[in-house]
């Protein structure tokens, strides 16, 4: 059973960083790439971020491209969300999913909440 | 505003059949890009359930079915149930934004 575990968010003030992980089991990580959706208190779904399974791709949206990054470490089954110059508008909850570009996300982790508030 | 375009709400009595449209567009869907559909019940993480238009994953009720044409998906419940009160979502690749995208989401009442 694909089981994906997301850790690290929190209550932060704007400017600050935090970084996120997602604990994969249940598959072979390295095979796969994963992706990163986030959702706004009563909003919709939103992508993020995604990278390929060798870690050698990755791609972002423009809402948070130069201040987000994505990482995997195949070794530990792990990816990873580095965010930086949080914002008020990055508060949500985020998930990470197996899966990427035009290809359905076909598990997801229960979510992480990032609350950034002065 | 979202790239696919879904209705906020619909909503039927018990065992009816509803529809839920995602309208997109010629650098998507028309694009031969692929709908996939997502349930999201009240306060859990999305959950896949329709892939590449009309596919569902092992364990998804047959009562859930979709459809794809030109530039629009659509998602058809029949027979519905009380658990299927959710928030279901619509999700493709834009080619000209050059990344995923999803529908707005459309909440479902059962009567």
């Known amino acids: 059973e694909v089981q994906l575990l997301e850790s690290g968010g929190g209550l932060v003030q704007p400017g600050e960083s935090l970084r996120l992980s997602c604990v994969a089991s249940g598959f072979t990580f390295r095979h796969y790439a994963m992706t990163w959706v986030r959702q706004a208190p009563g909003k919709g779904l939103e992508w993020v971020s995604h990278i390929s399974g060798t870690g050698t791709d990755m791609e972002y949206a423009d809402s948070v491209k130069g201040r987000f990054t994505v990482s995997r470490d195949n070794s530990k089954n792990t990816l990873s969300l580095q965010m930086n110059s949080l914002g008020v508008e990055d508060t949500a909850v985020y998930y990470c999913?197996?899966?990427?570009?035009?290809?359905?996300?076909?598990?997801w982790g229960r979510g992480t909440m990032v609350n950034v508030t002065s | 505003q979202s790239v696919l375009t879904q209705p906020p709400s619909v909503s039927g009595a018990p065992g009816q059949r509803v529809t839920i449209s995602c309208t997109g567009s010629?650098?998507?869907?028309?694009?031969?890009?692929?709908a996939h559909w997502y349930q999201q019940l009240p306060g859990a993480a999305p959950k896949l359930l329709i892939y590449?238009?009309?596919e569902r994953p092992s364990g998804v009720p047959d009562r859930f079915s979709g459809s794809k044409s030109g530039t629009s998906a659509s998602l058809a419940i029949s027979g519905l149930q009380p658990e299927d009160e959710a928030v279901y979502y619509c999700?493709?690749?834009?080619?000209?934004?050059?990344?995923?995208?999803f529908g707005g989401g459309t909440t479902v009442t059962v009567l």
């Open positions: 999700h493709s690749f834009d080619v000209r934004l050059g990344s995923p995208i």
């Open positions: 590449d238009n009309t």
């Open positions: 999913a197996k899966g990427w570009r035009s290809f359905e996300l076909d598990s």
């Open positions: 010629s650098s998507n869907f028309g694009s031969s890009l692929n």
